[in-house]
């Protein structure tokens, strides 16, 4: 029997510090039903002790303050939300509890035994929200045959991809310090309820809450991304239309590289990603009997400095987008050009964090209530034009990977929300040379059987676009 084991926690003394306008907004435009998180999931290979876990997650906070923020209570008819972080001790002990929330705490434990039951887990803990008037954290892990999986969920209100790899790295390394401190009581056991038929309200269905040759093609991708044009939808293809929640493929590869022009940009990793990610939204919707118009991809950007690149809490991260016609998709190595140069180009605009409308619309103008009710009309009403074909966020190669057994070779996948009606984003990260892919979706855009396919078509693409089979 699956089942799942909740601790409770304490809050002592608090620090207050006001949200930033990309922060507000996310919390805005977030609701219940599609809850707005980061996940970061690695394989490890072995047993955890779970009560070394739960202290290791205490002393992780315990270092870092912005990874105790919760949203502060306050009046709707204040102009600005604030963060609370409790003001801990870290513990001498496994099994120290963190600070006390009005529901169960941060730390649970699941068991599976079969791939199908761990993929149940997955989408059940997907769809259920981060109370985040308690916490902004959420640490799972999951206890199988062979081997245990550990999954870290962060609010995107107070994380992005960066802060929240580094917080996990952090739990690792406090946990190979007190992995042999197993003291503490041992925690309340509850049933984790059985995954939801296709078609039916899971958790998430409560109401609510270069330089030289480069030059040219950059300042016209400047000028294109002002005017993209209508954007095309990824064909639905799913059993289950009205399911909530999401599902995800993780795949595991040798790093491919792009091929490296005669002169000008020289196309990056990350640029082959996302020109992938287009050639198979274009070759998955002419299989589905739908044409592809100007397809748009948004791609987050890293805004903290060189030296921190790695580090830095909160949600640091700006979106700029790629854009691609039918001309453009039909000549890869064309399409790798256009790709190198919007990216460039987006990389290269001042790090405003976001555009001049989102900033007004989460800034000091008005309450906290009416701000909530006119971002989400205004979401509402232009997310049909505005919100992009999918989304491809790419970490990068990562320094210094999360471990828990210390040996830096375990897997880690990662993913972000992806909400209708874009409804499907990949994540990436390379870690000990080889690249982990996450492809992130609605159920209600696809199902499983049709997510699997997209997965093993953007492979080729990754493939066709570097040059070797996929």
């Known amino acids: 029997m699956t089942t799942l084991r909740r601790t409770p926690e304490s809050r002592n003394g608090l620090t207050s510090w006001p949200f930033t306008p990309i922060e507000e907004l996310d919390l805005y435009l977030e609701s219940a039903a599609d809850p707005s998180l980061i996940q970061l999931e690695t394989l490890v290979r072995g047993r955890l002790d779970p009560a070394a876990l739960e202290s290791a997650l205490a002393r992780a906070l315990d270092a870092d303050p912005a990874a105790r923020r919760h949203l502060a209570a306050s009046s709707p008819w204040r102009h600005r939300l604030r963060w609370e972080a409790a003001d801990l001790v870290a513990p001498a002990a496994a099994g120290t509890r963190c600070y006390r929330g009005r529901d169960a705490g941060p730390f649970t434990v699941a068991s599976w035994r079969t791939t199908g039951q761990l993929a149940a887990l997955r989408e059940w803990v997907s769809a259920e929200p981060i109370p985040l008037r308690d916490r902004a954290v959420r640490l799972i892990l999951a206890t199988g045959p062979g081997h245990d999986v550990v999954i870290l969920q962060t609010h995107h209100a107070a994380f992005d991809g960066i802060s929240s790899l580094a917080l996990l790295t952090a739990i690792g390394a406090a946990y190979r310090e007190c992995a042999g401190d197993l003291a503490g009581p041992s925690p309340e056991v509850i049933s984790l309820p059985a995954p939801r038929p296709a078609g039916t309200a899971g958790p998430a ?122 001309r453009e998709r039909a000549d890869p190595a064309r399409l790798l050009v256009q790709v190198a140069a919007q ?117 080729e693409a990754l493939g066709e676009l570097a040059g070797r089979p996929a």
């Not at 493929?249 to 000008?264: A, F, K």
């Not at 020289?266 to 998955?284: E, G, K, S």
């Not at 589905?288 to 805004?303: A, C, K, L, M, T």
């Not at 491809?392 to 909400?419: H, I, K, R, Y």
Request: charged share 20%.
């Open 205 to 326: 269905g409560r109401a609510g809450v270069g330089q030289g040759a480069g030059r040219g093609p950059v300042a016209l991708a400047r000028a294109g991304v002002r005017f993209p044009g209508v954007v095309t939808r990824i064909a639905a293809r799913t059993a289950w239309p009205d399911r909530p929640g999401y599902g995800s493929v993780q795949r595991s590869m040798p790093v491919p590289r792009p091929p490296r022009p005669d002169g000008g940009l020289v196309p990056t990793v990350n640029d082959l990603l996302v020109a992938a990610l287009i050639r198979t939204v274009d070759h998955w919707n002419a299989a589905q009997g739908q044409r592809s118009g100007r397809i748009r991809i948004s791609v987050p950007v890293n805004d903290r400095d060189r030296q921190g690149r790695w580090s830095g809490p909160g949600n640091q991260t700006r979106l700029i987008r790629v854009t691609a016609d039918s």
């Open 343 to 459: 990216t460039t180009a987006g990389k290269q605009r001042p790090a405003g964090g976001l555009d001049a409308m989102s900033r007004l619309l989460a800034t000091s103008w008005a309450p906290t209530a009416i701000k909530r009710t006119v971002v989400r009309l205004a979401r509402r009403v232009a997310a049909p034009v505005c919100t992009d074909t999918a989304l491809l966020s790419n970490l990068g190669a990562v320094p210094d990977p999360p471990s828990f057994s210390g040996n830096g070779a375990e897997p880690v996948w990662f993913s972000g929300p992806a909400q209708m009606p874009r409804g499907l984003g990949v994540g990436a990260l390379t870690t000990g040379g080889r690249l982990h892919l996450c492809v992130h979706y609605r159920h209600a855009l696809l199902d499983r059987s049709a997510a699997a396919d997209f997965t093993a078509l953007y492979c």
